[in-house]
């Protein structure tokens, strides 16, 4: 790819001062000296410069302000080939998810043949494929519809491990590897659904019969989990939540569901579980550390500060709602497994893609900690290929070939990708697109010359 970056005034870099106290003839000969030494500095920068390595510190990122106010360049002019960039958006188009465009009916073919795999929340149907391509900041290309508002599905993860990022660089959350039960007060939660009030006969020892309470870290197993055995998925956590026991998540086809339910507990951190009920576990956490609607956090600390437009959503189901100090709250969802969790537009993406490329900085405002994005990208123990839910990694550019190690993406089924490459300074967003390895082809096309 070609390099172009744009250069500080040669006169700035000669400027300097010297103590009045020094003799001119010392002063002349400095001023010679020094000249030579800072012309040389020039020449030396512009070749490097010309070469395609100029140091970090000469280059000035680009962060778009709110709303449409985010500038475009032309391929060319942030390094890209044009006819590249023009094949990979082909390749991303013609790469459409071949899945009904109803999620509902796609939710029925798949998850919802599973036990306890009916929709609890909002679903709508999806466009089509859609995407951005970012570098450097600026918007390069795009197709489809990015600004339409779609459902993530598990991109969303990647929004409750915010919060609890959040939590953790206000010290809210003292360590990762503390258990989780230190910090849960019983959680009274609805039984079902709001009904414009919940009423009841209430009697003595007990709370009304509209409500039960949960304790979902009081089991000897469950003590144990940490905050980061819930964020790497890897805490094998036995319970119900929202009506969904924990084994019903794709369990596997080639065992008797009973032994399944049946089986001995991995010890806490040792085996990877990609499941949606302990995620919701995770955000119900987060929840109770907050002790304010998640939406919420994230909306004032990241997702406004970023200039997200007004448009996204963050949904629960119709009975993830508890009491949090005297109002009642829903407990958002991880992902759209069961209809809910977060309705974004692909734009909003990229620019939540583009605060972890830049490892949790926007402009001069820190939001999120480097140490919180460093811990997220580092690999798990028990599964190199990823971090903290829901940050994929390239470990031995195993997932995508064509890119490098140290990309990451977000992932949500459908699929649904926020591709992030620190080493191009680039983001993608592809939703809807087939496979994996057609969003491979995407990145291969793309980073050719």
């Known amino acids: 790819m070609a390099v172009s970056r744009d250069l500080p005034c040669p006169r700035a870099l000669l400027q300097f001062h010297l103590p009045a106290s020094i003799p001119q003839i010392f002063s002349d000969r400095i001023m010679s000296a020094s000249l030579v030494r800072r012309r040389s500095a020039v020449v030396l920068f512009v070749a490097a410069t010309l070469a395609g390595a100029a140091p970090a510190s000469a280059q000035r990122a680009y962060f778009p302000a709110a709303g449409d106010a985010w500038e475009r360049r032309a391929p060319e002019q942030v390094g890209l080939n044009a006819q590249a960039v023009k094949d990979a958006v082909a390749l991303a188009v013609a790469a459409e998810a071949t899945t009904p465009r109803d999620l509902l009916e796609a939710q029925q073919l798949t998850f919802g043949r599973a036990p306890h795999g009916e929709v609890t929340g909002p679903v709508r149907e999806r466009g089509g494929a859609a995407g951005m391509i970012v570098r450097r900041g600026y918007i390069v290309a795009e197709w489809g519809d990015p600004a339409r508002v779609d459902v993530t599905h598990s991109v969303t993860k990647s929004f409750v491990t915010t919060t ?20 849960m007060a019983p959680v009274v939660a609805l039984k079902g659904p709001p009904t414009g009030g919940a009423t009841g006969t209430p009697v003595k020892g007990t709370l009304f019969d509209a409500f039960e309470v949960i304790e979902p870290f009081e089991s000897e197993h469950n003590r144990k989990i940490t905050w980061d055995h819930l964020l790497r998925q890897t805490s094998d956590w036995q319970g119900t939540l929202w009506a969904k026991p924990d084994w019903s998540d794709r369990p596997p086809r080639a065992v008797d569901i009973e032994v399944h339910k049946a089986r001995a507990r ?20 987060s929840l109770n550390v907050w002790r304010r609607p998640l939406p919420q ?5 990241v997702m406004d500060p970023i200039g997200a437009s007004p448009t996204w959503r963050w949904f629960g189901y119709d009975n993830s709602w508890v009491v949090m100090d005297g109002a009642l709250v829903q407990s958002v969802a991880g992902g759209g497994h069961w209809g809910g969790g977060m309705f974004i537009s692909g734009r909003d993406m990229a620019r939540f893609g583009l605060l972890t490329l830049h490892k949790g900085k926007w402009g001069d405002k820190q939001l999120l900690s480097e140490e919180w994005i460093r811990m997220s990208t580092t690999p798990g123990t028990a599964n190199e290929m990823y971090g903290f839910a829901n940050y994929f990694l390239n470990t031995g550019q195993k997932a995508l070939p064509s890119a490098p190690a140290s990309a990451f993406y977000h992932l949500g089924n459908g699929n649904n990708i926020v591709y992030v490459d620190p080493v191009n300074d680039l983001v993608v967003v592809m939703r809807w697109i087939t496979t994996m390895r057609a969003a491979d082809s995407v990145i291969k096309r793309l980073l050719e010359k």
């Open 266 to 285: 991995n010890e806490p951190g040792s085996v990877y579980t990609y499941n949606d009920v302990r995620v919701n576990l995770m955000a119900l956490a």
């Open 297 to 301: 956090v994230l909306r004032e600390y």
């Open 164 to 183: 609890i990022g959040l939590a953790y660089d206000r010290k809210m959350i003292r360590n990762v590897n503390d258990p989780v039960r230190g910090y």
